[in-house]
């Protein structure tokens, strides 16, 4: 996988309409609504009946399996430049089969026990996709994921509003308010991204982003400033990618010597005319409503957007350059700081299901769930340490 100044281009193809038309939420494989199709279905026998339950439950986690090792092929092929194979699977294609885990099988005759997991919003294309049926076929576990805001999820847990098993979390800060609370006890790294910019496709700007790093091309910074350029990102204040985009120009500023370039791109760091939730955002640009928007490195290539990779200096993937050390972002009383993107995965203390939360994260630890990861275009976590309450 490449980190270096250029642009990424689409990961994957999608069976979508010519004219590229599709929904805000499509590409996105969200929690299936008729998860309790299957309630007026008969009640199972005792005995025979629930071991069926669990074998075909495990058989078709094992069919997502191959059909995501078919994906991954694929996505290996267009990150070289090959062209795919006929009749390749597509990512869409994919997640319709690994959605036959909650809806082929009524949820009254599954003996698989169930495993709640709380997770960053980026992450819904693996965590309901790959994720899911590799926990079903490896774990005999049938994952209930709910996606959000990290931030956000962080204070339902802790206000228990909500009470899953499992919390993902991107950087450590929404993992420390969870730790901070004793909600939990510690917290293991299993996955790292970067920042990027995301664009529409076939946007007025899309020329322009394609040429980034070619020489004599602007650089992508110009491109934003330009007057009229309509540019999405989450809210700061329940997000951390909210926070991480304004970190991301704040550096920026510094990199490329530009005084006041991130006012320039984002206006105020509350600025109503360009967030919006991660849904919408993604949505939008899809749909051409935005000329781009704050992305992860993971999140592009699944909805089928191109995105300018950022400089190592400013994408906040690693080991932060010292011009962070100055930065702080203040919101509804708190104070932020720029951090890693570093995910982290813990089990709650009050867990309804706590053997299987133990499961899954050594799990999410192994080479298998690793695989799937990279496969999504994570990163290995590297020296990130644990987090301890």
């Known amino acids: 996988m490449s980190y270096n100044f250029g642009v990424l281009p689409p990961a994957m193809a999608e069976d979508e309409p010519a004219d590229g038309r599709r929904g805000p939420l499509r590409g996105c494989a969200a929690r299936p609504a008729c998860a309790h199709a299957g309630l007026g279905a008969p009640r199972p026998q005792a005995g025979a009946a629930p071991r069926r339950g669990r074998a075909e439950f495990a058989s078709r986690g094992r069919a997502a399996l191959r059909n995501f090792a078919a994906f991954r092929a694929d996505f290996a092929r267009r990150q070289s430049g090959a062209t795919p194979a006929s009749g390749t699977l597509t990512r869409r294609r994919f997640l319709a089969a690994s959605a036959a885990l909650a809806l082929a099988l009524p949820r009254r005759s599954l003996a698989a026990e169930p495993l709640e997991v709380a997770y960053a919003g980026s992450m819904a294309s693996v965590m309901e996709g790959a994720i899911k049926g590799a926990v079903a076929a490896a774990l005999g576990l049938d994952l209930r994921g709910r996606a959000q805001g990290a931030s956000a999820l962080a204070e339902e847990i802790v206000g228990g509003t909500v009470r899953p098993d ?23 790294p299993f996955a790292r991204t970067e920042m990027v910019i995301a664009y529409a496709p076939q946007g007025r700007c899309a020329p322009q982003f394609r040429r980034v790093g070619q020489t004599g091309a602007p650089p992508w910074y110009e491109i934003l400033s330009q007057p009229g350029m309509l540019f999405g990102r989450t809210d700061p204040r329940t997000d951390p990618q909210g926070r991480n985009i304004i970190f991301v120009c704040e550096l920026a500023e510094r990199y490329y010597h530009q005084p006041g370039l991130a006012t320039r791109l984002l206006g105020p760091a509350l600025n109503p005319r360009q967030i919006f939730s991660e849904a919408l955002v993604e949505g939008r640009l899809q749909s051409g409503q935005l000329d781009a928007a704050s992305a992860y490195r993971t999140q592009p290539g699944p909805f089928h957007v191109p995105a300018v990779m950022l400089p190592p200096a400013i994408n906040l993937s ?5 011009a962070a050390a100055g930065l702080a972002l203040a919101l509804n009383g708190r104070i932020y700081h720029p951090q890693p993107l ?3 995965a813990a089990a709650l203390q009050a867990a309804p299901h706590p053997r299987a939360a133990q499961r899954f994260l050594a799990w999410l630890q192994g080479a298998q769930a690793q695989a799937i990861l990279r496969g999504f275009g994570y990163g290995p976590p590297g020296g990130a340490p644990p987090l301890a309450a």
């Open 318 to 322: 690693g080991a932060l350059p010292p």
């Open 342 to 344: 570093v995910f982290y």
């Open 166 to 188: 499992v919390f993902l979390a991107i950087t450590a800060e929404p993992m420390h308010i969870v730790l901070g609370a004793a909600k939990a006890a510690s917290a293991l």
